[in-house]
C-alpha cells in the first residue's frame, strides 16, 4: 500500500466530523502507514461483524476510527489481519445471515443478540468486557426515605437507565416485580428512561424521583465523584452478575488467527489505543471464557420470556 493510497482510505474511513474526529483522523493515518508494507499474505484473516448495538452510547464515526486504528496496530504489531464488515456496525439479522453464509467468522454483539445466534457460536470461547466493580444491576431509593420494601414502591415514579449495559435491565426489572405484577409498566406510575447513568441517579438523590435502575459501576463511579451519594442512596435490590455484550467465533471456524485474536483481546488494555477502544466502550479490560459466564444474564432473560408467555423482553 503506497501513502498515497493509505491517506485516501482514512478518508474514506473518517470523514470530517470536527475536532475530535480530526485527533482519531491523524492517530488512523499514522497507524496505517506505519504499517504499510508489513502484511503477511500467508498469515490468514478474521472476517469480524460489530452489532450496530454495539455504538449506541457513543459517536458512531469516533468508534469506527478507534476500533480500525487499533485493528491496523494489532497487523502491525502481532501480524494479525481483521478484515472489518464494510459498515462495520450492523444489525443483528445481517451479522445472523452472515455467520449462517460463513461470510464472518467473528461477531460483537449484546447478549440479547447472541441468544438469537448461540447455534452458530462456540461457546468454548466468549470474550466479554472486565469491570471494576463487580457488574450488576442496582434498584436505589433514598437511604433515609420510607420506601424500605419493593411492594411500597407500586404506583411510583422509576427511572430506568436506557443504554447497552442496561440492555437486560428491563427483563430483570420484569422478574423483580413479577410476583406483584408482572407488567412493571403496570407496577409503576410512570417508568421513564435516561440514556446516562447522572440522569437517573441525581435526580433521586435530590428527590425529584422515587427510585432508578442503573448498575452497579456507574454507581460506584458517581459515589467517587460525590461521596454524597452513596450515603444518600441504597440499593433496595441487586441483580445477580451481568454480561450484557460479547464477542464470540464462528462454530467450526479454526483459523490460527484466533489464538492471536484472543491475545489480542487479553492484551488490549496494554496499549494507548487498546485503552481508547475500552475506554469508549465504557470498561477497564476484556477477558476470554467458556459461556457459562452468560448463565446468569441468559437465565434472567429466560425467566422474563416465561412471565411474558414466550414474548422476548427486550432492552
Not at 490460527?256 to 475506554?279: E, H, I, S
Amino acid at each position: 500500500m503506497t501513502n498515497r493510497a493509505a491517506r485516501r482510505d482514512v478518508d474514506l474511513l473518517l470523514p470530517g466530523q470536527g475536532p475530535a474526529s480530526g485527533c482519531f483522523r491523524r492517530q488512523a493515518m499514522a497507524a496505517i502507514l506505519s504499517c504499510c508494507g508489513g502484511l503477511s499474505a500467508a498469515e490468514p484473516a478474521m472476517r469480524l461483524g460489530l452489532s450496530e448495538s454495539l455504538a449506541r452510547d457513543v459517536n458512531a464515526t469516533d468508534a469506527r476510527a478507534a476500533i480500525s486504528y487499533w485493528i491496523r496496530n494489532l497487523v502491525a504489531g502481532m501480524n494479525i489481519q481483521v478484515q472489518l464488515d464494510e459498515g462495520l456496525f450492523s444489525n443483528a439479522s445481517q451479522l445472523e445471515a452472515r455467520l449462517k453464509g460463513g461470510e464472518i467468522d467473528a461477531v460483537g454483539v449484546n447478549i440479547l443478540e447472541y441468544r438469537r445466534m448461540t447455534s452458530l457460536l462456540d461457546r468454548s470461547q466468549v470474550t466479554v468486557p472486565v469491570f471494576r466493580t463487580r457488574f450488576e444491576y442496582v434498584l436505589l431509593v433514598r437511604a433515609d426515605g420510607p420506601l424500605t420494601t419493593l411492594p411500597a414502591l407500586r404506583g411510583r415514579r422509576l427511572l430506568l437507565l436506557d443504554s447497552l449495559a442496561a440492555c437486560v435491565a428491563p427483563a430483570w426489572l420484569s422478574n423483580l416485580v413479577g410476583g406483584e405484577a408482572h407488567d412493571p409498566a403496570q407496577f409503576f406510575s410512570e417508568i421513564v428512561r435516561r440514556s446516562k447513568p447522572s440522569q437517573v441517579i441525581l435526580p433521586v438523590f435530590f428527590g425529584q424521583a422515587d427510585a432508578c435502575l442503573t448498575t452497579q459501576p456507574s454507581f460506584s463511579t458517581m459515589g467517587e465523584l460525590n461521596p454524597q451519594v452513596v450515603r444518600r442512596l441504597r440499593p433496595l435490590a441487586v441483580s445477580p452478575e451481568i454480561v450484557h455484550s460479547l464477542y464470540a467465533f464462528r462454530k467450526g471456524w479454526t483459523n490460527p488467527t484466533r489464538d492471536k485474536v484472543v491475545q489480542a483481546f487479553a492484551n488490549m488494555g496494554a496499549t494507548a489505543t487498546g485503552r481508547q477502544v475500552l475506554t469508549m466502550f465504557q470498561c477497564d479490560s476484556l477477558s476470554t471464557r467458556d459461556a457459562h459466564c452468560l448463565d446468569s444474564s441468559l437465565a434472567i432473560l429466560a425467566q422474563a420470556d416465561r412471565a411474558a408467555g414466550g414474548k422476548a423482553v427486550s432492552g
